[in-house]
């Protein structure tokens, strides 16, 4: 078992920043991935950035620029830096973790960014 702790979010204007963390139980090397998904209301959950066990990231295209995934092995914590904020932006950020092909889920940090 995995337990994921997404924090940071809040409500923001667009133009600008913020920083969500995802504290995990274990050691976030023993995953395969750590992830970041979002959900605006009405829409399905969509892949965000990813970062990988032996290094390496990808970024879906709308944030591709804007968004930076990065990680703290001594914390066990995962981060997702946002600039640059659209109000397309907006929704329930949450974290994941792939651990030998298993999925586990944070609960999630709201993120509203207004116009």
């Known amino acids: 078992q995995v337990q994921l702790v997404e924090s940071g979010g809040g409500l923001v204007q667009a133009g600008g920043s913020l920083r969500l963390s995802c504290a995990t139980s274990r050691s976030i090397l023993s995953a395969d991935a750590m992830g970041w998904y979002r959900q605006a209301p009405g829409n399905q959950r969509e892949l965000v950035g990813r970062?990988?066990?032996?290094?390496?990231?990808n970024y879906a295209d709308s944030v591709k620029g804007r968004f930076t995934i990065s990680r703290d092995s001594a914390k066990n914590t995962v981060y997702l830096q946002m600039n640059s904020l659209k109000p397309e932006d907006t929704g329930v950020y949450y974290c994941k973790a792939t651990v030998n092909g298993l999925a586990y889920w944070g609960k999630g940090t709201l993120v509203t960014v207004s116009s």
């Open positions: 970062i990988w066990r032996i290094g390496g990231t």
